[in-house]
Each structure stands twice: as C-alpha cells, then as structure tokens.
C-alpha cells in the first residue's frame, strides 16, 4: 500500500464535520481521477460535503486539485484579451449562441467551451447541434486557429480538462449531490481557470427555473466564484439575474436557434436582448473595451456576420432551415385577466419531457422539441387564447409534458413588482492579464 | 423505464431531511439488490441516513425490506425452543463459543450464523478455524440436521439470507457510513430476524473498543433493536456491556479458542466466565428454561461435552492442538503501581496488525497473531513486569502493533470503580412461539 490516505479516513473527517487538510484534498481528488477512490467513496464523501459543507480554503484547494487533475490552455499567443461567460443553467437561457460572436465583433477572444443539458436546463452544444453540419468537438489546435481567425467558438471541452470535474459532475449527477455551493462553484471554476481565460463573467441564475431557487444561496454561490477567481488570478464577474420565469419565448434546442438569430438580427425578445447586452457589456469592459457598443452591433449586422463565420468554420450552414417538430399542441388561458406567474421549472420539465433533454448522459436529444412562449408575465390575455405551444416528434410525450405544466400559470392575482433581469452584480479586482501594467509600472 | 421510482429521487429526499415512504424503501432495497441502484447512490444515500437518521418506522420498513430480499430459514420443524446471540463487537470478545453449546445443553437449539472479523473486532468463524479440520459452510440440510442431534451450531449465514445486508455491509465499510444506528441496527436484525430464532440475545458493546463509543448511543441501538424485534414477533433482550478494557486475557484467533476451552472447562477469567452466564441465563429464560443451571453445566463438564460434539460434527477435531506463533514480543510496565486502565481499542488495533484481524475482506487471517493479556485494570503491577505479549508469524508486525499500544495503559492515577460487565438491560415482551399459549387461551 503506497498510498499516503484512504478514502476512508478521509469521508469520516467529512462525515464528522471536520476541516480537511490541504494534502487529503490533493490525494482525494488525484486518487479518484485515477480509480483508487471507488465512485461510492466518492459519492459518500459529496453527500458529506453536500451536508456538511466546506470552508473557503478548502473550496480553493479542491479547486486547484482538480484543475492540476488535468491540462491547462493558454491563450496568450493570440495577441488579444480573451474573455469566458458561464451561466449556471436556466430554462431558455440561450445567451452564449447570441453573445459569444456579438463580443467577438470587437477583437475579443471568446473561448466558449461549453456542456450539454441534463435535467431541466438546455445544453448549449445541443443547441446548436440542431443546426445542420455543425460539429462540437474541436481539436485545440482548432480552437486556437477560429479564435485568432473569426473570434468566438463555441465548443465541447476536451476530455483534457479538469478531468476530476468530469467525473465527479457525472457522479453528482445520480446521487443527488449535485445543488451544493461548494461542489457547484469548484466545478464551474476549475473547468474555467483551466481554461486559462483572462477574464469571466457568471451568469449566477435565480429562482425556481435554477439551480439556486433563492437570492441568499445565489449570492453565496457568486460570491464563491468570484473568490475562487481572485485566487487563480482571473477577472471574474457575477451578475445575478432572474431565472423564476424563463427566458424569451422558446425553450428548446432549434426553437432557441431561431430566437437567437432574431436576436442577432436586431430583434428578438426583449428580456433576451437585455441580458445579452448586459453581459456582452461586463465582457468587453473585463477585456478592456469600456467603449464598445454591443448595442450597434447588433443593429448593423456586425454581429450576425461574426455568427456566421463562427458557425461556418465548425461546419455548419446558418442559412439551412432549421428542423421542425411533426406534432405540436396548444395550451390556452382558461381565464381571462394578467398572466401573473409562468413558472420557469415547469416550462423546463415540459420541455424536457417533449424530448429537448436527457435523463441519462447517453439519451438522444430532439432538436425540434420544446415548448414556445405567446405570453409572458404582465401580459393581459383572454380565456382561449393560445399561452404555450408545445413542439415534439413523439406525440405520446404530450401527456407528461402537459402534466408538467398543470401548475405553471397564474391569470389574474397580484403581479409581481416587474423586476430587472439583473438582481445583483460581484466582482472581483483582478486586472486581466491582457490589461496589467508592465512590472517596471508603466502602462503598457 | 419500468421502475416505479428513481433513485436520485429517494437519495434527495432523505438529503432533505424528508421521511421515506414505504414503496420507496421497499424499492430502493430491492433495486439495489438487483444492481439497478448503484453502489455510488446507495452509498450517497448512505451518508444521507447517517446524517439525517431516520424514523422508527423507517428503520422498520428498512429492516422488512432486507429480509425480504432473500430466503427465511425456518427452524419450527425441530420442536424445541430455539434462541440466538448477536454481540455488536468488540476486542477478545469469544463469548459465543462457550456459550452456544453451553445453552444447547439445556435442550435449546442455538443457531448462531456468524461472521468473519473487519477491523479491530475480532470474527467468531476466524478464530473457530484456528481448530484443525473445522469447516464454517454448512449447507441448510447440515444446520438443521445438527441442531436436532447436536443443539448448537456456529457457521458462515448462507449468502441467501439477506443478501441486500452483505452488499450494503461491505459498502459501508469502504464508505465510512458503519457507526450509524439505524444501519447498524437493521443490519443486525434483518439476519437475525431471516434466520427465523424465535428469541435473541443481543450483548451491545459499550466503551473504547466498541462501535458505540457511550451508554447513551448504545442505549439507542439496543432500544432500536428490541423494538424490531417485538414488530417481527422475536423475543429479544438486550445486555449493554463493558468494552473500554478487552474481555478476557486474550485477544486473536486461537488465543482465544485456548481461553474458551477454560471457560467450557469450568475455569477461565471471571469476567468471561460472568458475561457467558449472564447471556446464558437470558437466552434459556427466553426459552422457557428458567431454571437451568449453567453453572453447574460448566462445572460438570456437560458443556464441554456439547462444545466437542458441536466441533466434531463440523469437521474440527477439538483435541488436536491449537497452532502456537513462532514469534514473541513482551510489553512490560514502566513504572510500579495500580493498573488504572487498558484500553480494549488499543489492544484490538495491535492484534490487528499483528494478523488477527484483516484489512480488507479478501484478506487471509493469522490463526496464531493476537496479545495475551497479564495485567487487567485493578491489577497492581511492578515495573519491568510483563503486561502483555505480542504473538505473529511475521517479526515485521511488531514495530505497527507496538505503536498502538504506545498509549494503551495508565499505571497509577485513578481507577474508576470497578463497573459490572452488564450495564442495562432493555427488553421487548414478546413471548416466544415455543412458549406462547393456544388460540383457545389454554397453556401448552
């Protein structure tokens, strides 16, 4: 036995509230990437984790562990700042497809290595798979040319990654350890920092459509981030933005699609265009483009070009039609008055159920699948009035899909005060590296 | 998908402090016998329960599920009361090995299917095998067949008596979910409970060498199992007894065949000799042998005679001598004055690492390795005067066993008083089946 721990001491320590050192967590995690701690260790030591919890120093450790489990990419040989946007997962947030090529407009680098969806909230890949000849698995050597050559991509992570991350993600994911501040934030930022992005900005979702149903653990889960950031050296910015109805009018993978492209045509909903903008905002000022207008550049085409070239070089034809379901279903308002809640988790099981998302890692998705929006919270609408169409090619899903939504409106009641998109904005004070003063003091 | 429930949905549950329901205890039990839950959600699930806990009728529902998922014996067809001992574990604890044909001799039928060792506690069927010839397999037909003729057998559980138990044993080994009373509890009564005794004694360890390291969570586990047992209709009493010091003199394999034999043969340590006969005296109460006298069957040779029938019907030749080890090492005391304490953890740690004990299931046991013990607490000892001795095959061992034992002893300071090996008794009024009057309300 050459190991220095066992899993075993190292869950009870866990397991009765114990803080556990540095070279436990280092162990831990390299042991389980490399199969001496069994899945089981592993999902015991979560669910002690999930219960228990972990300090801030044990947050940032087990955070470096996994990303020295792992590659590290370095993106500065492209000769300009790079700047990464997660979202930790809603119900229509199809933000990255518009968001990633809008801050590319303006000489930014954005690296969007991306997941796909499980459970309730879409996958970004999976979206965008439902355009035709579009490939997500890029090679580094890929990556690294359509960053210098168009700016954006978007792209699966390669298996190089914080491949403790990929483990532990998919083990959390069947042993119901997964909404845990901790275990979340360290996930989310060692696949970033590993990365090797100069700049980040969290999407920190909020509400009944999210991970986080409240602001408290929002907050918490930001503020987590935002630190793990200061420590890595990496700009990291946290808007927390409301998830308790979903975002724009589809939620689906080639319904999104479709509203992300009006988006980048200058249209789109509303809500969908605020975020965008807030975020591409946050970005390009991170990348040290205070004065660049998001806003024009998606009024005058620049941004729609830059989607083009961006879904053009990973094989894709953005100009195909995109697929449509065989079978759809109208849901109605069965009263007339203020539509004053449409709850996002509903709308997400629905569209979950319709075939958009996966139970299990290995299920197919459909791209046509989802659920469209006609009617949103503070709209007047009247008894009979389509609220929802439902899109499938499974027509024998409709029924679970409509069970889902039995309790997903309110017509008439209080509406809520109409609150903004952004709850709440944390930062860090880290100068990008692109940004920094040289060591002498001068300006660059 | 034709499983009625989801394990992640039973796992989040229980992680929210929610009580189970019934068809979802029973399904999660059965699943996971069947291998449809995983080990990384049952483990999960685990850790959720020993954090969480559960209600009594959880642990009831619990307990009826592993019975459930394999056979129950039936030992009715023998006509005569049967009666059982379980022993939660703790260091030179070779109680039932005197004491199973001891209360044979009084016309009970004693079927005690036992286990191996793991950890510091020692395994009735380890150190029986250190009897030349004796085999622990018996087949259903043999365990019956010497229950008639001979009255007591020890032997291996058949792997269809609770077989979601064996699996979940071995998993709470490796996951640190061991020392939790609902587990631990249903785990004990769903065997005994399969093995179909119609009562049982349980002797519940307190003390440093015990799971339950106080009376007050021992108290728990022993109230936890009585209640079981009166909902299964088995008459059950529990002893809570001393383990912060090892029972007896001896603590290994056939060290402790050799102090047994005493014991059987009318001599013995006093404290061994006190705890056979007061779990003695319980189970032929229980089975309605009030006025037996198991003293006199140990003076008298009568249980001797039942121990060598009892071997020699399992293949042991009981006069064969008894492996000795080919190396020594002795342990004296440092200073002169009264032997205050001697810790029954430390001790059983060093009879570990000598080979008594095993690592990991597969691991092979050293039939020789143990400590003998000269001095108990209460003993007024001369410095240089021998205290223990270390016995193994392999010299290498000494150097790990000794470090355990570095703290093992006070010698002056204050003695606690001296404290009865039984410290409670708990015990449910079930009466049992052998003893219980006719439908029609007369006595047998």
Sequence with gaps: MTEPFDAVDVIRAKRDREVLGNEQIDWVIDAYTRGVVADEQMSALAMAIFLNGMTRSEIARWTNAMINSGERMDFSALGKPTADKHSTGGVGDKITLPLAPLVAVFGVAVPQLSGRGLGHTGGTLDKLESIPGWRAQLSNEEIMDQLRDVGAVICAAGSGLAPADKKLYALRDTTSTVECVPLIASSIMSKKIAEGTDSLVLDVKVGSGAFMKNLENARELARTMVDLGADAGVRTVALLTDMSTPLGLTAGNALEVRESVEVLAGGGPADVVELTLALAREMLESAGRPDADPEAALRDGRAMDAWNA????????????????????????????????????????????????????????QAVAGVEIHAKPGDTVSAGQPLLTLHTDTPERFTRALEALAGAFDIGGTLEEPRSIVLDRLANDVVPRGLRTTETGGAR
């Design 310 to 365: 961006m879904i053009r070089a990973q094989g894709g034809d953005p100009d195909a039609p995109l697929p449509v379901a065989r079978h759809t279903e109208t849901v109605t308002a069965r009263a007339s008055g203020v539509l004053t809640r449409l709850d996002a988790y509903d709308v997400g099981i629905a569209a979950w159920r319709l075939g958009a998302g996966r139970s299990r890692k290995e299920d197919p998705v």
